[in-house]
Protein backbone atom coordinates (compact mmCIF):
# COMPACT_ATOMS: atom_id res chain seq x y z
CA UNK A 1 0.00 0.00 0.00
CA UNK A 2 1.33 3.35 -0.79
CA UNK A 3 1.98 5.91 2.32
CA UNK A 4 1.07 8.97 2.62
CA UNK A 5 4.80 9.80 3.54
CA UNK A 6 6.18 8.27 0.61
CA UNK A 7 3.65 9.96 -1.82
CA UNK A 8 4.99 13.40 -0.30
CA UNK A 9 8.57 12.77 -0.92
CA UNK A 10 7.96 11.97 -4.26
CA UNK A 11 5.91 15.00 -5.12
CA UNK A 12 8.36 17.25 -3.21
CA UNK A 13 10.82 16.25 -4.67
CA UNK A 14 9.69 15.97 -8.27
CA UNK A 15 9.39 19.62 -9.32
CA UNK A 16 13.15 19.65 -9.45
CA UNK A 17 13.27 17.33 -12.45
CA UNK A 18 9.94 18.71 -13.86
CA UNK A 19 11.65 21.84 -13.45
CA UNK A 20 14.57 21.80 -15.72
CA UNK A 21 12.69 18.89 -17.65
CA UNK A 22 10.07 21.35 -18.65
CA UNK A 23 12.05 24.28 -19.26
CA UNK A 24 14.30 22.26 -21.61
CA UNK A 25 11.74 20.91 -23.14
CA UNK A 26 9.78 24.17 -23.55
CA UNK A 27 8.79 25.24 -27.55
CA UNK A 28 10.24 28.77 -26.26
CA UNK A 29 13.98 27.50 -25.79
CA UNK A 30 14.84 28.27 -29.58
CA UNK A 31 15.61 32.29 -30.71
CA UNK A 32 14.19 32.14 -33.79
CA UNK A 33 10.94 30.26 -32.76
CA UNK A 34 10.85 32.82 -30.02
CA UNK A 35 10.72 35.42 -33.42
CA UNK A 36 8.56 33.61 -34.80
CA UNK A 37 5.64 33.76 -31.98
CA UNK A 38 6.34 37.55 -31.66
CA UNK A 39 5.48 38.04 -35.19
CA UNK A 40 2.36 35.99 -34.87
CA UNK A 41 1.28 38.03 -31.65
CA UNK A 42 1.81 41.29 -33.42
CA UNK A 43 0.41 39.84 -36.91
CA UNK A 44 -2.98 38.13 -36.43
CA UNK A 45 -3.95 35.95 -38.85
CA UNK A 46 -0.55 36.03 -40.69
CA UNK A 47 0.70 33.39 -43.11
CA UNK A 48 3.51 31.02 -42.38
CA UNK A 49 5.64 33.09 -46.42
CA UNK A 50 4.64 36.13 -45.07
CA UNK A 51 6.78 35.54 -41.85
CA UNK A 52 9.40 33.97 -43.94
CA UNK A 53 9.51 37.50 -45.57
CA UNK A 54 9.66 39.45 -42.82
CA UNK A 55 12.10 37.50 -40.49
CA UNK A 56 14.00 36.73 -43.38
CA UNK A 57 14.14 32.53 -42.86
CA UNK A 58 13.15 30.01 -45.47
CA UNK A 59 9.88 28.72 -45.78
CA UNK A 60 9.85 25.61 -44.64
CA UNK A 61 12.19 26.62 -41.45
CA UNK A 62 8.88 29.32 -40.32
CA UNK A 63 6.34 26.41 -40.97
CA UNK A 64 8.66 24.15 -38.61
CA UNK A 65 8.66 26.63 -35.71
CA UNK A 66 5.30 27.33 -36.68
CA UNK A 67 3.93 23.86 -36.72
CA UNK A 68 5.58 23.09 -32.90
CA UNK A 69 4.32 26.57 -31.54
CA UNK A 70 0.68 24.92 -32.27
CA UNK A 71 1.46 21.97 -30.95
CA UNK A 72 2.62 23.39 -27.93
CA UNK A 73 -0.49 25.07 -27.81
CA UNK A 74 0.97 28.57 -27.94
CA UNK A 75 -0.22 29.21 -31.11
CA UNK A 76 -3.13 28.46 -32.89
CA UNK A 77 -4.00 27.68 -36.87
CA UNK A 78 -7.28 28.61 -37.85
CA UNK A 79 -8.94 26.31 -40.57
CA UNK A 80 -9.55 28.94 -42.84
CA UNK A 81 -10.58 27.24 -46.53
CA UNK A 82 -7.44 26.52 -48.22
CA UNK A 83 -5.04 28.84 -46.59
CA UNK A 84 -3.22 28.12 -43.27
CA UNK A 85 -2.87 30.84 -40.97
CA UNK A 86 -1.56 31.35 -37.48
CA UNK A 87 -2.86 33.81 -34.42
CA UNK A 88 -1.72 33.30 -30.52
CA UNK A 89 -3.66 31.05 -28.43
CA UNK A 90 -6.14 32.72 -26.00
CA UNK A 91 -7.74 35.44 -28.05
CA UNK A 92 -10.65 33.93 -28.59
CA UNK A 93 -11.29 35.00 -32.43
CA UNK A 94 -14.56 34.92 -33.89
CA UNK A 95 -14.76 33.17 -37.37
CA UNK A 96 -15.90 36.68 -39.22
CA UNK A 97 -12.91 38.34 -37.09
CA UNK A 98 -10.80 35.38 -38.41
CA UNK A 99 -11.79 35.83 -41.93
CA UNK A 100 -11.19 39.76 -41.64
CA UNK A 101 -7.86 39.63 -40.30
CA UNK A 102 -6.95 36.96 -43.01
CA UNK A 103 -7.82 39.33 -45.49
CA UNK A 104 -4.78 41.48 -44.45
CA UNK A 105 -2.34 39.11 -44.93
CA UNK A 106 -2.35 40.33 -49.03
CA UNK A 107 0.68 43.14 -48.95
CA UNK A 108 -2.09 45.15 -51.70
CA UNK A 109 -5.06 44.73 -49.36
CA UNK A 110 -2.95 46.36 -46.32
CA UNK A 111 -1.16 48.98 -48.30
CA UNK A 112 -4.81 49.91 -49.35
CA UNK A 113 -6.77 49.49 -46.10
CA UNK A 114 -3.73 51.94 -44.40
CA UNK A 115 -4.11 54.36 -46.90
CA UNK A 116 -7.69 54.60 -46.55
CA UNK A 117 -7.16 54.38 -42.32
CA UNK A 118 -4.97 57.57 -43.26
CA UNK A 119 -6.85 59.36 -45.83
CA UNK A 120 -10.87 58.30 -45.16
CA UNK A 121 -12.47 59.44 -48.39
CA UNK A 122 -9.88 58.15 -50.37
CA UNK A 123 -10.22 57.56 -54.17
CA UNK A 124 -9.76 54.39 -56.35
CA UNK A 125 -7.28 56.51 -58.45
CA UNK A 126 -5.46 57.74 -55.05
CA UNK A 127 -5.29 53.82 -54.11
CA UNK A 128 -3.98 52.89 -57.26
CA UNK A 129 -0.97 55.51 -57.29
CA UNK A 130 -0.25 54.38 -53.39
CA UNK A 131 -0.77 50.52 -54.23
CA UNK A 132 -0.38 47.56 -56.85
CA UNK A 133 -2.26 48.63 -59.49
CA UNK A 134 -2.79 44.77 -60.03
CA UNK A 135 -4.23 43.26 -57.41
CA UNK A 136 -6.48 46.63 -56.26
CA UNK A 137 -9.75 45.51 -57.90
CA UNK A 138 -9.69 42.12 -55.82
CA UNK A 139 -7.76 44.03 -52.70
CA UNK A 140 -10.72 46.24 -52.51
CA UNK A 141 -13.26 43.21 -53.08
CA UNK A 142 -12.11 41.39 -50.40
CA UNK A 143 -11.72 44.04 -47.70
CA UNK A 144 -15.05 45.37 -48.39
CA UNK A 145 -16.68 42.08 -48.25
CA UNK A 146 -15.07 41.36 -45.06
CA UNK A 147 -16.19 45.04 -43.26
CA UNK A 148 -12.81 46.69 -43.59
CA UNK A 149 -14.06 49.65 -45.46
CA UNK A 150 -17.25 50.94 -46.79
CA UNK A 151 -17.43 53.05 -50.06
CA UNK A 152 -19.29 55.68 -51.08
CA UNK A 153 -20.62 56.47 -54.95
CA UNK A 154 -19.75 60.04 -55.14
CA UNK A 155 -20.51 61.50 -58.43
CA UNK A 156 -18.17 59.77 -60.75
CA UNK A 157 -15.59 58.71 -58.20
CA UNK A 158 -15.84 56.13 -55.67
CA UNK A 159 -14.31 57.02 -51.89
CA UNK A 160 -13.54 54.83 -49.58
CA UNK A 161 -13.77 55.14 -45.72
CA UNK A 162 -12.85 52.70 -42.80
CA UNK A 163 -15.53 50.43 -42.54
CA UNK A 164 -17.83 48.73 -39.22
CA UNK A 165 -14.87 45.43 -38.70
CA UNK A 166 -11.63 48.05 -37.98
CA UNK A 167 -13.57 49.83 -35.29
CA UNK A 168 -15.11 46.51 -33.34
CA UNK A 169 -11.44 44.82 -33.60
CA UNK A 170 -9.63 47.77 -32.47
CA UNK A 171 -12.24 47.85 -29.65
CA UNK A 172 -12.19 44.66 -28.30
CA UNK A 173 -8.35 44.62 -29.07
CA UNK A 174 -7.11 45.40 -25.52
CA UNK A 175 -9.84 42.97 -23.76
CA UNK A 176 -8.68 40.36 -26.18
CA UNK A 177 -4.92 41.05 -25.77
CA UNK A 178 -5.38 41.18 -21.70
CA UNK A 179 -6.91 37.42 -21.65
CA UNK A 180 -3.61 36.19 -24.42
CA UNK A 181 -1.32 37.64 -21.85
CA UNK A 182 -3.33 36.00 -19.16
CA UNK A 183 -2.71 32.69 -20.51
CA UNK A 184 0.24 33.11 -21.83
CA UNK A 185 1.50 34.28 -18.28
CA UNK A 186 0.22 30.84 -17.00
CA UNK A 187 1.67 29.02 -19.69
CA UNK A 188 5.01 30.54 -19.57
CA UNK A 189 4.47 29.69 -15.44
CA UNK A 190 3.85 26.00 -16.20
CA UNK A 191 6.74 25.68 -18.16
CA UNK A 192 8.81 27.11 -15.47
CA UNK A 193 10.70 29.74 -17.48
CA UNK A 194 9.61 32.05 -14.45
CA UNK A 195 8.12 35.13 -16.76
CA UNK A 196 7.87 38.52 -15.14
CA UNK A 197 6.17 41.33 -17.09
CA UNK A 198 6.56 45.16 -17.50
CA UNK A 199 4.71 47.30 -19.38
CA UNK A 200 7.33 49.25 -22.05
CA UNK A 201 6.73 52.20 -24.31
CA UNK A 202 4.55 52.30 -26.91
CA UNK A 203 1.72 49.55 -25.41
CA UNK A 204 4.31 47.19 -25.08
CA UNK A 205 4.08 44.25 -22.72
CA UNK A 206 7.61 42.65 -22.41
CA UNK A 207 7.87 39.66 -20.76
CA UNK A 208 11.55 38.42 -19.31
CA UNK A 209 11.36 34.50 -18.95
CA UNK A 210 14.83 32.30 -17.95
CA UNK A 211 16.18 28.83 -17.67
CA UNK A 212 19.21 27.87 -16.44
CA UNK A 213 21.26 30.78 -17.66
CA UNK A 214 19.79 31.69 -20.45
CA UNK A 215 17.58 34.64 -20.44
CA UNK A 216 15.27 35.89 -23.04
CA UNK A 217 12.70 38.93 -23.63
CA UNK A 218 9.28 38.47 -25.32
CA UNK A 219 7.53 41.73 -26.40
CA UNK A 220 3.52 40.87 -27.13
CA UNK A 221 0.94 44.19 -28.18
CA UNK A 222 -1.16 45.33 -25.43
CA UNK A 223 -4.14 47.60 -27.23
CA UNK A 224 -3.87 46.76 -31.23
CA UNK A 225 -4.53 44.15 -33.13
CA UNK A 226 -3.87 45.77 -36.30
CA UNK A 227 -1.05 48.33 -35.76
CA UNK A 228 2.20 46.90 -36.67
CA UNK A 229 -0.10 45.72 -40.14
CA UNK A 230 -1.14 49.28 -41.34
CA UNK B 1 -11.52 16.44 19.60
CA UNK B 2 -9.26 13.51 20.23
CA UNK B 3 -5.89 13.88 22.30
CA UNK B 4 -2.73 12.56 21.24
CA UNK B 5 0.56 11.69 23.38
CA UNK B 6 3.57 14.40 22.25
CA UNK B 7 6.33 11.83 22.97
CA UNK B 8 8.06 14.29 25.19
CA UNK B 9 8.34 13.35 28.86
CA UNK B 10 6.56 15.05 31.09
CA UNK B 11 4.77 17.39 28.78
CA UNK B 12 1.23 15.90 28.29
CA UNK B 13 -0.04 16.96 31.85
CA UNK B 14 1.31 20.50 30.66
CA UNK B 15 -0.94 20.40 27.58
CA UNK B 16 -4.65 19.07 29.18
CA UNK B 17 -3.39 15.52 28.05
CA UNK B 18 -1.62 15.87 24.98
CA UNK B 19 -2.07 17.53 21.52
CA UNK B 20 -5.09 18.14 19.14
CA UNK B 21 -5.48 15.78 16.37
CA UNK B 22 -5.44 17.91 13.69
CA UNK B 23 -4.41 20.66 15.02
CA UNK B 24 -0.62 22.45 14.04
CA UNK B 25 1.98 23.09 16.96
CA UNK B 26 4.57 25.56 16.29
CA UNK B 27 8.05 24.84 18.40
CA UNK B 28 10.09 28.00 19.01
CA UNK B 29 13.74 27.62 20.06
CA UNK B 30 17.09 29.00 19.81
CA UNK B 31 20.23 26.76 18.72
CA UNK B 32 20.38 23.73 20.91
CA UNK B 33 16.94 24.16 22.50
CA UNK B 34 15.80 20.83 21.44
CA UNK B 35 13.82 21.52 18.43
CA UNK B 36 14.94 18.60 16.28
CA UNK B 37 14.74 16.17 19.72
CA UNK B 38 11.59 17.70 20.44
CA UNK B 39 10.32 16.63 16.67
CA UNK B 40 11.80 13.33 16.57
CA UNK B 41 10.07 12.34 19.92
CA UNK B 42 6.89 13.55 18.51
CA UNK B 43 7.01 10.92 15.73
CA UNK B 44 8.20 8.46 17.51
CA UNK B 45 5.89 8.36 19.63
CA UNK B 46 3.31 8.46 16.93
CA UNK B 47 5.15 5.68 15.08
CA UNK B 48 4.73 3.30 18.14
CA UNK B 49 1.01 3.83 18.06
CA UNK B 50 1.25 2.93 14.18
CA UNK B 51 0.31 5.89 12.56
CA UNK B 52 2.68 7.21 9.58
CA UNK B 53 5.44 9.71 10.27
CA UNK B 54 6.48 12.19 7.72
CA UNK B 55 9.60 14.21 8.86
CA UNK B 56 10.24 17.42 6.25
CA UNK B 57 13.95 18.73 6.80
CA UNK B 58 15.18 22.07 5.31
CA UNK B 59 18.79 21.73 7.43
CA UNK B 60 19.68 18.73 8.65
CA UNK B 61 20.51 15.63 6.35
CA UNK B 62 18.23 13.05 7.18
CA UNK B 63 21.11 10.34 8.52
CA UNK B 64 22.41 13.38 11.38
CA UNK B 65 18.36 13.30 12.05
CA UNK B 66 18.74 9.47 12.85
CA UNK B 67 22.14 9.50 14.55
CA UNK B 68 20.79 12.04 17.10
CA UNK B 69 17.48 10.21 17.35
CA UNK B 70 18.81 7.13 18.20
CA UNK B 71 21.52 8.80 21.04
CA UNK B 72 18.18 9.63 22.40
CA UNK B 73 16.86 6.34 23.12
CA UNK B 74 15.09 6.06 19.63
CA UNK B 75 17.18 2.68 19.01
CA UNK B 76 14.99 1.04 16.27
CA UNK B 77 14.51 4.42 14.19
CA UNK B 78 15.95 2.91 11.28
CA UNK B 79 13.69 0.27 11.24
CA UNK B 80 10.65 2.93 10.75
CA UNK B 81 12.65 3.88 7.85
CA UNK B 82 12.33 0.00 6.54
CA UNK B 83 9.39 -0.40 6.91
CA UNK B 84 8.24 3.04 4.67
CA UNK B 85 5.84 4.35 8.20
CA UNK B 86 8.34 6.97 8.68
CA UNK B 87 9.64 9.12 5.60
CA UNK B 88 12.40 12.01 5.38
CA UNK B 89 11.49 14.78 3.02
CA UNK B 90 14.96 16.32 2.34
CA UNK B 91 14.18 19.71 0.66
CA UNK B 92 14.98 23.29 0.12
CA UNK B 93 12.90 26.41 1.65
CA UNK B 94 11.96 27.39 -2.01
CA UNK B 95 11.46 23.84 -3.35
CA UNK B 96 9.17 23.38 -0.73
CA UNK B 97 7.25 26.57 -0.97
CA UNK B 98 7.14 25.97 -4.80
CA UNK B 99 5.49 22.54 -3.61
CA UNK B 100 3.21 24.72 -1.03
CA UNK B 101 1.92 26.95 -3.84
CA UNK B 102 1.61 24.27 -7.06
CA UNK B 103 1.07 21.14 -5.41
CA UNK B 104 0.25 20.77 -1.66
CA UNK B 105 -3.71 21.75 -2.68
CA UNK B 106 -3.71 18.65 -4.86
CA UNK B 107 -2.01 16.40 -2.85
CA UNK B 108 -4.17 17.26 0.45
CA UNK B 109 -7.14 16.77 -1.29
CA UNK B 110 -5.90 13.30 -2.42
CA UNK B 111 -4.80 12.33 1.12
CA UNK B 112 -7.57 14.14 3.11
CA UNK B 113 -8.44 12.32 6.33
CA UNK B 114 -5.26 10.89 6.89
CA UNK B 115 -3.97 11.21 10.49
CA UNK B 116 -0.38 11.11 10.03
CA UNK B 117 2.73 12.93 12.24
CA UNK B 118 4.11 15.88 10.10
CA UNK B 119 6.70 17.74 11.17
CA UNK B 120 8.59 20.38 9.29
CA UNK B 121 12.40 21.41 10.65
CA UNK B 122 12.61 24.32 10.69
CA UNK B 123 10.03 26.38 9.14
CA UNK B 124 12.32 28.86 9.06
CA UNK B 125 13.37 28.99 5.40
CA UNK B 126 10.17 28.22 3.96
CA UNK B 127 9.35 31.76 5.27
CA UNK B 128 12.04 33.20 3.93
CA UNK B 129 11.29 31.38 0.68
CA UNK B 130 8.98 34.87 0.16
CA UNK B 131 10.12 38.33 0.81
CA UNK B 132 6.80 40.05 1.45
CA UNK B 133 5.45 39.49 4.98
CA UNK B 134 1.68 39.58 3.91
CA UNK B 135 3.19 36.76 0.74
CA UNK B 136 5.10 34.92 3.95
CA UNK B 137 1.61 35.05 5.83
CA UNK B 138 -0.89 33.83 3.06
CA UNK B 139 1.89 30.91 2.65
CA UNK B 140 2.17 29.58 6.09
CA UNK B 141 -1.79 30.06 6.69
CA UNK B 142 -2.36 27.89 3.73
CA UNK B 143 0.38 25.31 4.65
CA UNK B 144 -0.90 25.31 7.71
CA UNK B 145 -4.59 25.25 6.79
CA UNK B 146 -4.06 22.13 4.54
CA UNK B 147 -1.78 19.89 6.13
CA UNK B 148 -4.34 19.75 9.43
CA UNK B 149 -5.89 17.85 7.22
CA UNK B 150 -4.03 14.67 6.66
CA UNK B 151 -2.33 14.82 10.08
CA UNK B 152 -1.46 16.67 12.63
CA UNK B 153 1.20 18.83 12.08
CA UNK B 154 4.31 20.00 14.20
CA UNK B 155 6.68 23.11 12.75
CA UNK B 156 10.35 24.25 14.66
CA UNK B 157 11.16 28.07 14.36
CA UNK B 158 14.59 29.24 14.88
CA UNK B 159 14.42 32.11 17.50
CA UNK B 160 16.68 34.18 16.08
CA UNK B 161 18.19 37.68 18.30
CA UNK B 162 17.76 38.33 22.30
CA UNK B 163 16.14 35.14 23.35
CA UNK B 164 12.26 35.51 25.07
CA UNK B 165 11.87 38.29 22.54
CA UNK B 166 9.24 36.71 19.89
CA UNK B 167 9.05 39.76 17.90
CA UNK B 168 10.86 39.18 14.94
CA UNK B 169 8.24 38.54 11.86
CA UNK B 170 9.00 35.05 11.40
CA UNK B 171 8.19 34.15 14.34
CA UNK B 172 5.04 36.17 15.10
CA UNK B 173 3.36 35.11 11.62
CA UNK B 174 3.71 30.92 12.44
CA UNK B 175 2.46 31.77 16.28
CA UNK B 176 -0.65 33.94 15.32
CA UNK B 177 -1.76 31.01 12.83
CA UNK B 178 -0.65 27.68 14.77
CA UNK B 179 -3.12 26.53 16.94
CA UNK B 180 -0.36 25.19 19.87
CA UNK B 181 2.90 27.04 20.37
CA UNK B 182 5.31 25.85 22.67
CA UNK B 183 8.51 27.73 23.53
CA UNK B 184 11.56 26.46 24.44
CA UNK B 185 13.92 29.13 26.34
CA UNK B 186 16.99 28.00 26.22
CA UNK B 187 19.87 30.46 27.97
CA UNK B 188 23.08 28.93 26.56
CA UNK B 189 25.50 31.67 27.99
CA UNK B 190 23.88 31.43 31.52
CA UNK B 191 26.10 29.10 34.15
CA UNK B 192 24.30 26.45 33.96
CA UNK B 193 22.55 26.62 31.39
CA UNK B 194 19.06 27.19 32.02
CA UNK B 195 16.36 25.16 30.03
CA UNK B 196 12.79 26.42 30.25
CA UNK B 197 9.59 25.86 28.51
CA UNK B 198 5.89 27.51 28.34
CA UNK B 199 3.23 26.41 26.54
CA UNK B 200 2.01 29.84 24.70
CA UNK B 201 -1.11 28.80 23.57
CA UNK B 202 -3.06 25.50 23.41
CA UNK B 203 -6.83 26.07 21.69
CA UNK B 204 -9.02 24.61 22.98
CA UNK B 205 -7.38 23.14 26.21
CA UNK B 206 -6.35 24.33 29.81
CA UNK B 207 -2.92 24.19 29.30
CA UNK B 208 -0.24 25.09 31.68
CA UNK B 209 0.72 29.04 32.08
CA UNK B 210 4.32 29.33 33.76
CA UNK B 211 7.79 27.95 32.93
CA UNK B 212 8.51 24.94 33.13
CA UNK B 213 12.17 23.49 33.73
CA UNK B 214 13.14 20.71 30.90
CA UNK B 215 16.13 18.73 30.31
CA UNK B 216 18.03 16.69 27.62
CA UNK B 217 19.10 13.67 28.53
CA UNK B 218 20.93 10.70 26.72
CA UNK B 219 18.46 7.86 26.00
CA UNK B 220 15.35 9.44 26.83
CA UNK B 221 15.59 13.14 24.52
CA UNK B 222 13.78 16.17 25.84
CA UNK B 223 11.99 15.70 29.46
CA UNK B 224 9.65 18.73 31.63
CA UNK B 225 11.43 18.32 35.11
CA UNK B 226 8.86 18.23 38.04
CA UNK B 227 8.91 20.79 41.30
CA UNK B 228 12.29 19.57 42.48
CA UNK B 229 11.75 16.92 45.50
CA UNK B 230 14.87 15.59 47.04
CA UNK B 231 17.05 13.72 44.38
CA UNK B 232 16.56 9.69 44.97
CA UNK B 233 19.98 7.96 46.14
CA UNK B 234 21.96 6.10 44.32
CA UNK B 235 21.05 3.66 46.14
CA UNK B 236 17.68 3.49 45.61
CA UNK B 237 18.48 3.42 41.47
CA UNK B 238 18.60 -1.01 41.71
CA UNK B 239 15.05 -0.97 43.21
CA UNK B 240 13.44 1.46 41.43
CA UNK B 241 14.97 -0.19 38.25
CA UNK B 242 13.69 -3.15 38.92
CA UNK B 243 9.96 -1.69 39.50
CA UNK B 244 10.09 0.28 36.46
CA UNK B 245 10.80 -3.16 34.39
CA UNK B 246 8.48 -4.53 36.34
CA UNK B 247 5.95 -2.18 35.61
CA UNK B 248 6.91 -2.40 31.86
CA UNK B 249 6.19 -5.84 31.41
CA UNK B 250 3.20 -6.01 33.44
CA UNK B 251 1.30 -3.06 31.63
CA UNK B 252 2.76 -3.29 28.04
CA UNK B 253 -0.02 -5.52 26.83
CA UNK B 254 -2.51 -3.46 28.08
CA UNK B 255 -1.54 -0.38 26.98
CA UNK B 256 -1.36 -2.13 23.36
CA UNK B 257 2.53 -1.24 23.21
CA UNK B 258 4.02 -3.12 20.60
CA UNK B 259 7.37 -5.60 20.98
CA UNK B 260 9.06 -3.30 19.51
CA UNK B 261 7.72 0.03 21.64
CA UNK B 262 8.94 -2.43 24.58
CA UNK B 263 12.29 -3.12 23.99
CA UNK B 264 12.97 0.52 23.05
CA UNK B 265 11.64 1.43 26.47
CA UNK B 266 14.15 -1.03 28.10
CA UNK B 267 16.87 0.26 26.30
CA UNK B 268 15.68 3.98 27.77
CA UNK B 269 15.87 2.55 31.06
CA UNK B 270 19.14 1.13 30.60
CA UNK B 271 20.56 4.81 29.14
CA UNK B 272 18.71 6.24 32.40
CA UNK B 273 19.81 3.79 35.06
CA UNK B 274 23.22 4.63 33.97
CA UNK B 275 22.81 7.99 34.10
CA UNK B 276 25.68 10.11 35.99
CA UNK B 277 25.71 13.44 34.52
CA UNK B 278 24.58 16.92 35.91
CA UNK B 279 21.64 16.94 38.22
CA UNK B 280 19.03 14.91 36.27
CA UNK B 281 18.01 12.39 38.46
CA UNK B 282 17.27 9.04 36.17
CA UNK B 283 14.03 8.37 38.78
CA UNK B 284 12.44 11.28 37.80
CA UNK B 285 12.65 10.89 34.24
CA UNK B 286 11.79 6.94 34.77
CA UNK B 287 8.92 8.23 35.97
CA UNK B 288 8.05 10.72 33.05
CA UNK B 289 8.35 7.21 30.80
CA UNK B 290 6.00 5.36 32.37
CA UNK B 291 3.49 8.37 32.72
CA UNK B 292 4.46 9.37 28.53
CA UNK B 293 2.98 5.72 27.98
CA UNK B 294 0.10 5.50 30.63
CA UNK B 295 1.94 2.92 32.21
CA UNK B 296 1.58 4.17 35.81
CA UNK B 297 -0.04 2.25 38.76
Known amino acids: ?230 | MRKIKSGVYGLNALMDGGINEHTTTVVIGSPGAGKTTFATQYLRRGLEDGEDAVFITLDEAPQEIIKNAKLMGWEDAESYLESGNLVFVDAGGKQFSNFIRRELSDFVREWEGHDARIVIDPLTPVLWSVKEKYEQRELVSFLLRQTRRIGTVLCTLEEHGVVGDLSAPELIIPMYLGDNVIHLRYASHEHPEKRELKIIKCRNSKHSRSWHPYGIVKGAGLFVQRPKEPVAGRANRGKVEAEVRAILEKLAPESKLNAKALASLHHTVDSLVAETAGDVDPLEVLALVLEEYGLEE
Not at chain 1, 116 to 124: F, M, W
Not at chain 1, 169 to 194: H, K, Q, T, V
Open chain 1, 1 to 230: MRKLGQALKQVVSEPVETERGAAARSVLMNANRRRVFEYVAWHPCCAAAEIAHALDVSGPTAAWHLRKLAEAGYVVEPVLGRARRYHVAGMALEPNELGGLAALADETARSALAAIVQRPGVTTRDLADRTDRAGLRRAVRTLAAAGWISTVVDGRFRRYYPGPTLAAIERSAPRRLRDFRRRLLRRLERDWLAPEARPAPGDVLEIDIRFGGVKATLRVPTESLLRSRL
